[in-house]
């Protein structure tokens, strides 16, 4: 019988501040390179335009990296996947402009990929995978979201943040408290070292939506008043203040998890996005599911963050349907899965 073709994607994101290239053989990852950007930390957040000078150095070397570390040749390359959107247009259009170019060079097709639909799809890239339907976290930078998943590419938003995102309330409270950005990491890092004991205002939203900006504000307040008494609060507490902070988010983001699975009767949960790095909300995630028996699907850390993996396993899903775009595609800014 005759071999079936292998089928090769190259991935390319670069929606924000990570420049990534990743490298998929029938539906299995071969490589997955990032170039993470330093240059934000000194500005207290991502700058568009050193953002997308960045990727603009990066993009070659690690697309070449990517295709070593694989050990294949570029001309066995099949496609190539991109993130089109949502993200930073001056980001999006480096890895797009790229995309263009080399499906031009080598005469493949392109695919495009929304990032957020990535985020859910980067638990395909290893096993064990979850089985349809399930429910999906997404946690990130910039957006918050749990979607019910019926297939690789039939998804539904079932809620979704109306203002923040989980993991700008992380970076946003961070600043307030003097941490470098993104200060989600260093949070969870301090977190582990104190104990929750302060209280802030609990989001009181309808439905499965999500707002982070009354939180925000609450610890803005608490830290007014609690330095007004004391000018050394932040640094005698900050183990405690991040404890408390941390949960307060975990449980905002608990609360609805647990509300769409019982909604939907799906205890098949999984959870993805840069915030999913959080030890405290993996450990709030399995805790709940032991108790609730739901399967739970946490993706290692290198694909919770934003990784051209999971843009690679989405368009190899597309690319099985033969989703291609043409060389007159153009990045967005925004795109609703
Ligand atoms: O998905 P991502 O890498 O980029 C996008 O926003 O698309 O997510 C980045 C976000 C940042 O807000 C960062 O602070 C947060 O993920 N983050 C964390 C942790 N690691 C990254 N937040 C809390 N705890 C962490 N361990
Ligand atoms: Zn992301």
Excluded at 48 to 67: C, G, K, T, W, Y
Excluded at 266 to 274: F, P, Q, T, V
Excluded at 296 to 304: A, H, N, S, V
């Amino acid at each position: 019988m005759e071999k079936e073709k292998d089928i090769i994607i190259l991935g390319i994101e670069s929606s924000c501040d990570d420049t990534s290239a990743a490298i998929l053989k029938n539906g299995r990852i071969l490589s997955n390179i990032t170039a993470n950007q330093e240059a934000h930390r000194e500005y207290g957040g991502v700058v568009p335009e050193v953002a997308s000078r960045a990727h603009q150095q990066n993009i070659v070397p690690v697309v070449d990296v990517a295709i070593q570390k694989a050990g294949i040749r570029k001309e066995e390359i099949d496609a190539v996947a991109f993130t089109r959107g949502p993200g930073l247009i001056g980001s999006l259009l480096v890895g797009v402009s790229f995309s263009k170019a080399f499906a031009l060079a080598l005469d493949i097709p392109m695919v495009e990929v929304n990032h957020m639909m990535a985020h859910v799809l980067a638990h395909f890239a290893e096993d064990p995978e979850p089985s349809f339907p399930f429910l999906c976290l997404t946690v990130s930078g910039g957006h918050t979201q749990i979607v019910r998943v019926d297939d690789y590419l039939k998804m539904e938003v079932l809620g979704s943040t109306i203002d923040d995102a989980a993991g700008e309330a992380f970076d946003k409270t961070g600043k307030l408290l003097g941490l470098d950005y993104p200060a989600g990491p260093l949070i969870d890092k301090k977190a582990k070292l104190g104990h929750p004991r302060f209280k802030f205002a609990e989001p009181n939203m309808p439905d499965l939506d999500f707002s982070f900006s009354g939180l925000k504000t609450s610890i803005l307040y608490f830290l007014k008043k609690e330095i007004k008494t004391d000018p050394d609060f932040i640094e005698k507490n900050i183990n405690d203040i991040c404890a408390s902070v941390q949960q307060a988010i975990i449980n905002a983001l608990m609360v609805k998890l647990i509300k769409a699975s019982e909604e939907t009767g799906i205890k098949e949960i999984a959870i993805a996005g840069g915030v999913s790095a959080n030890s405290g909300l993996r450990a709030a995630v399995k805790s709940e599911g032991e108790k609730r028996a739901w399967n739970i699907y946490i993706p290692r850390l290198e694909f919770c963050t934003d990784n051209a993996a999971m843009i690679a396993v989405n368009g190899y899903y597309k690319f099985l349907e033969k989703q291609f775009v043409g060389q007159d595609i153009t990045p967005v800014a925004r795109w609703k899965i």
